[in-house]
């Protein structure tokens, strides 16, 4: 594609906008680095199939399934009888939709999507192509009380057996998988792993429960033999000494599944802050366990941004006078910061539970202990926020939804800006900030911890963005422009993020109730500086005290803080389920129409751009090409086809 005939915005189905990338420092890289982003983008992809799995149990043969009708639709195939016009566009949409959502359940609210197509449509279509029936994935698709949700959050539901993820056995309690956990930890442990995450736990022939480990040999063994394979590719054409380090013990980290290689595979890649190109490969986050212990695998890799970047870097070099001047109690605080590394990049493929939906901002690694010791490398993405900003231009969302023009002026001057920089701050500092106290378990918030950290940067980018600390950096033009990100933060936890949620549904996914807690529980212990008012019938956010808030802010920064560094389950507990679960029913009905009468969509996701190697007559690669043309359902067929094993 020409610069001139590149959309942002490109195909839209369901409750779904997907948009495009762009790769702009592609083209300046030197042959070397576009060969290594070719090898290290062949390894975030050939770890899809992971996370299918990992999704539910049937997702990978529901997937060859869907797939084997589609493209028979698609091709026309003349086996095919006479489809109806209806049904079939409404297969085409379902498809789409477990594409996006890497597998039958929906990415955010994690309930099992509903088929507006019938069953004697799909059934007719596998006989006429001769695809054998099998009745559990029928059931899977038609049954509504056939593993609903993947990942339930209910309090006082055994999280397990509620859930459809494939972490554990189907057979395996929460009670049991916590135990069987907390059995192995060594609260004298000054360095310890953690545990579980790169296995699923099941029971032996004997009925004991054992864990069988993602690597080399082991569990998705093929998949991460692949991986290792490009991983070494990449090692051959590493810019320096420190990235060869790290892809040489993340190579024998998927060799051997060991959780201490894992641990010095983070270490070093903390270390290297020198290499334009960089990467995240493996078991990553823990919001796909209701348990808060097993990894999703995800992969990227991106090209740092330098002019950019400079934003972020005035953050990580002042981390510690953040951590200095924080509200919390100083018990909680890290009296030296070390390592925290923050910059600005451009994706350049995103892989795994990154793909097609993707966060903006990553914070790693995970490990309590080596961000102590070791620190913490930040990115924000700036290619995928960019796209994000232009598809919503002119969308007509701020009329309908701030409270009057001179607050929509004050987000149209500041808030895109302050947006990138709440990212950063959250990212950088948010969560690289405070301590657990010694012999704290790290996993002692269990369902809750996901949410309560997502809170905790939160508030901590919420309380320093206000601060003059920021326009003395030159990172905040003014006193004013804070109040734009305070008024987009507020408006989204109270009233804007409920377009994401089924009527009659509850909040369930971290971040969502992240955003909720703060805004209800700002709202209820600001003295009325700010609540929600009618006009017209319509509710909207109105704020009278911006200082008052940022108050509040850092009232809740120190309570939560304090549950995390102190463990204490039963406070985070309390104020989850009071603020960050409930919906007030005519609200959410209120939001759910006004929204739906600007005919937008509420989640967005990203088409990846394609690298193609070309090679000599002896194979070796001479330059490797971009391009952004595909379509969405080509790049999911591709993908099936070229990377499954």
Known sequence: MKDEQFRYADERFADIQMLRYRVEGFDALSLRQKKLVYHLSEAALYGRDILWDQNCRYNLPLRRMLEAVYVAIKRGDKRLGILPEAETRAFGEYMRRVWFANGVHHHYSMDKFKPTFGEDFLRKALRDIE????ETLMRLIFDDKFLPKRVNQADGEDLLQTSAMNYYS??????????????????????????????RLERDEKGRLVERTWKSGGMYGKNIDRIID?????????ENDKQRQVLASLIEFYRTGDLRTFDQYTIQWVEDTLSEVDFTNGFTEVYGDPLGLKASWEGYVNLRDNVATHRTQQLSDNAQWFEDHSPVDSRFKKSVCNGVTAKVVEAAILGGDLYPASAIGINLPNSNWVRQEHGSKSVTIGNLTHAYAEAAKGNGFREEFVIDKATRDLLN?????LDDLHTDLHECLGHGSGKLLPGVDPDALKAYGSTIEEARADLFALYYIADPKLIELGLVPNEEAYKSQYY?????????????????????????????LISRWVMAHCDGAMTLVVKNQK???????????????????????????????????????????EIDADLHNEILSRYRALNLAP??????????????DAGEIVDVKITYGEAFDEQMLRYGRDYSL
């Open 131 to 134: 695809y054998p029936v099998d």
């Open 170 to 199: 189907p057979d395996v309690t929460q009670a049991e998988a916590e135990r069987f956990y907390a059995e192995q930890k060594n609260a004298e442990d000054p360095h310890p792993v953690m545990y579980g995450m790169n296995s």
């Open 230 to 238: 490009c991983l070494s590719s990449a090692h051959e054409v590493a």
């Open 413 to 417: 001057t500041y808030d895109e800006a």
């Open 488 to 516: 987009s933060y507020l408006m989204n936890g109270l009233l804007t993020q409920l377009v994401r949620i089924e009527l009659g549904k509850q909040i369930e996914e971290a971040h969502m109730r992240n955003r909720a």
């Open 539 to 581: 509710t909207y956010l109105q704020i009278s005290d911006y200082p008052a808030l940022r108050l509040a802010i850092g009232k809740l920064l120190a309570e939560v803080q304090r549950i995390k560094s102190e463990g204490d389950f039963e406070a985070a507990r309390r104020l989850v389920e009071d603020y960050g679960v």
């Open 603 to 616: 989640y967005k996701g990203f088409i990846n751009p394609c690298y193609n190697a070309v090679r000599n």
